[in-house]
């Protein structure tokens, strides 16, 4: 079950994992921990595992039946465990939305497609960096009664 994390937002381990999926750079994690700070439509579950904080997931609903994902991450001894795609079924079961959606870029375009979404290119939002967005769809119920 994701756990609220934004009144942990000062935490060490909680601006670790955030670091994971923002830039590289000091001040874009600080403008990430400041907007979770600012905006209270800006939600930010967690994942613990024996009392260990193990991933993250950054959201807002965007829509009347929309989620977007702003970060989502899990810490690197803990990757290719399913752990994100757990934290994303969990918002999905949380929420039930017709459409979750991510930006991303190259390095985490395998996880949405393998998690379900389909990926579209952006192009080259920033110099020298392609953005893609992921959209996961709410599958229509075909059976007939």
């Known amino acids: 079950m994701l ?3 934004k ?5 060490p381990e909680v601006q670790e994992l955030l670091s ?7 001040d874009h994690l600080n403008r990430a921990l400041q907007q979770y700070v600012e905006k209270d439509e800006l939600q930010m579950g967690g994942y613990e595992d024996e009392g260990q904080l193990i991933g993250l ?25 399913n ?3 757990g934290m994303i079924s969990q918002l999905l079961a949380k929420y039930n939305p017709d459409r979750l959606i991510a930006e991303t870029e190259l390095e985490a375009v395998e996880f949405y497609r393998n998690t ?6 952006l192009g080259e939002l ?5 953005r ?9 119920d075909t059976d007939e009664e």
Do not use: A
């Open 132 to 140: 893609f967005r992921c959209v996961l769809e709410k599958e229509e």
């Open 83 to 85: 752990y994100g795609r």
């Open 126 to 130: 920033y110099p020298g960096v392609e």
């Open 3 to 5: 756990i609220n994390l």
């Open 116 to 121: 379900g979404f389909v990926v579209y290119s």
């Open 20 to 26: 994971y999926s923002v830039f590289p750079d000091p």
């Open 57 to 81: 997931i950054g959201y807002e609903k965007t829509g009347t039946s929309e989620v977007t994902i702003h970060h989502i991450s899990v810490l690197p001894e803990n990757r290719f465990k």
């Open 7 to 11: 009144s942990r937002i000062q935490e």
